[in-house]
């Protein structure tokens, strides 16, 4: 596997080392050594899969609190999304900044986002599936999220949503008693 570390420290895109042949190629998508290996979360608890049916589909930008706050390993299996994180963790010296990258199932990238960001992604085609490999069980009292707009943070996405739920769409602006508590 090879890991190459994003603008905001700890959030790695991790691409596969293909072995190919005539029959096509094999490649680990998760190896617990290497993970470990990288200083990288190596606990699975959980495997969630999203279908988007509509291209323009927002979803997020979520996370979960300490002490229930996610590591979220993320890849396209069919279509293409632009994948966003936001830093929220209060000491980084690059807190509030954001970082997208294009997932597609042809590229086969898969985004680290570690505990304290904020993620979300805006589909890119239609019947776009994402699939997320997450060290934390779903804990809906410490369920957050941060509108995909708000003017606090002015993420750059490539493109207005078309799709998003009344939840995403509705967050409140920016509240570090809030989303930070």
């Not at 420290?9 to 042949?21: F, N, P, Q, T, V």
């Not at 997208?100 to 898969?110: C, P, Q, S, W």
Request: aromatic content about 12%; proline content about 5%; overall charge negative.
């Amino acid at each position: 596997m090879i890991f190459t570390e994003t603008p905001l420290k700890g959030a790695y895109l991790i691409d596969m080392e293909k072995r190919g042949d005539e029959r096509g190629f094999f490649a680990r998508a998760f190896c617990e050594r290497e993970f470990a290996a990288h200083g990288l979360s190596h606990r699975i608890v959980q495997a969630n899969n999203s279908l988007s049916a509509r291209k323009g589909t927002l979803r997020g930008m979520h996370y979960q609190l300490a002490p229930r706050a996610e590591t979220k390993i993320v890849r396209c299996l069919r279509g293409a999304l632009h994948d966003i994180i936001l830093d929220l963790r209060r000491d980084s010296p690059t807190f509030g900044q954001s970082f997208g990258v294009e997932l597609t199932a042809e590229n086969r990238h898969m985004l680290y986002v570690p505990k304290g960001f904020a993620h979300g992604f805006i589909t890119l085609v239609d019947d776009t599936e994402a699939f997320y490999l997450v060290d934390e069980a779903y804990a809906p009292e410490s369920e957050r999220g941060v509108r995909w707009d708000d003017p606090y943070f002015a993420i750059a996405w490539p493109a207005q949503p078309s799709v998003i739920s009344d939840k995403d769409r509705t967050y409140r602006d920016f509240d570090p008693a809030w989303h930070l508590a």
